[in-house]
Nanobody, 125 residues
């Protein structure tokens, strides 16, 4: 069974940092591109970052560019999101997802195939 599980969320003060992790199982990790998404209360789900299978291409939403960094460790089947200089508007549930187009990097949630349950990030001002 293919699944992904996020972790690393929590409560942090504005200006602080967190690292989210997403561990995938039941698949060949290199066969998938990956993405991070979030849904803030009362808002639509937002694509914030993506990465191709090799890590050679990454993209970021303007809202997080320069503050967040996506990376992956294919040997550990793990995706990361390093979040720095967090702001109150970053408060949301964060999700990782698999895309069965390993050479693509998309911020469109509808293109992704498998989703995790999410990890909650709360930034206090």
């Amino acid at each position: 069974q293919v699944q992904v599980v996020e972790s690393g969320g929590g409560l942090v003060q504005a200006g602080g940092s967190l690292r989210l992790s997403c561990i995938a199982s039941g698949l060949s990790f290199r066969d998938y591109a990956m993405g991070w998404f979030r849904r803030a209360p009362g808002k639509e789900r937002e694509g914030i970052s993506c990465i191709t299978w090799s890590g050679g291409i990454t993209r970021y939403a303007n809202s997080v560019k320069g503050r967040f960094t996506i990376s992956r460790d294919n040997a550990q089947n793990t995706l990361y999101l390093h979040m720095n200089n967090l702001k109150s508007e970053d408060t949301a549930m964060y999700y990782c997802a698999l895309l069965n187009r390993p050479g693509s990097c998309l911020l469109l949630p509808g293109q992704y195939n498998v989703w995790g349950q999410g990890t909650k990030v709360t930034v206090s001002s």
